[in-house]
């Protein structure tokens, strides 16, 4: 693993363990094993360490979707799907962390927007194969509900993921 992919990756796992405000350079440096002084060799700044590190692994838990999808054959499986990868998945805590810090942060926000325009139209474009009515709305819709259950479990496992699917999968009839 090269230095720039150590600082990232404990860029990441700094992220989901302090919170973004808490990730200093020393705080990195020390994680990645490194001086100090080798994260601005690498990087223009510690914003954008946090911010590529954390938009990475957005994109990488996305990189997913697409066979996710194409391995479900309606659109209640591909909600189970989704659900269970959310469920599933080791990086909530990051992602809830670039989440609330991209609403502080410019720079931030519009990659995440980024993030998130790419993943609404793969599933427009998903559910409109499937005949789903309005689905760049429907898409838009279930992006947020599915943000909203990641935020909400964080604090509690309630509801239950089978009572939110069937909840959600309404909204796909």
Not at 114 to 140: C, D, I, M
């Amino acid at each position: 693993m090269t230095v720039r992919q150590r600082l990232l990756h404990a860029a990441t796992e700094l992220i989901a363990e302090k919170g973004w405000g808490a990730v200093s350079t020393r705080v990195l440096a020390d994680r990645a094993g490194v001086g100090s002084g080798v994260v601005h060799y690498h990087f223009d700044s510690l914003r954008a360490v946090l911010v590529e590190a954390s938009v990475g692994a957005l994109r990488a838990a996305l990189a997913e979707l697409p066979r996710l999808l194409e391995d479900s054959a309606t659109p209640d499986e591909a909600l189970a799907a989704l659900l269970g990868a959310l469920d599933g998945h080791s990086g909530q805590e990051l992602f809830i962390e670039t989440i609330l810090a991209a609403t502080r942060d410019d720079v931030l926000r519009e990659a995440v927007r980024e993030v998130l325009v790419e993943f609404r139209a793969e599933l427009a474009a998903w559910l409109a194969r499937r005949g789903v009515p309005t689905p760049e709305s429907t898409a838009a819709v279930l992006a947020a509900a599915l943000d909203g259950v990641l935020l909400h479990r964080a604090l509690s496992p309630d509801p239950p993921l089978d009572t939110v699917a069937s909840v959600l999968g309404r909204t796909l009839r």
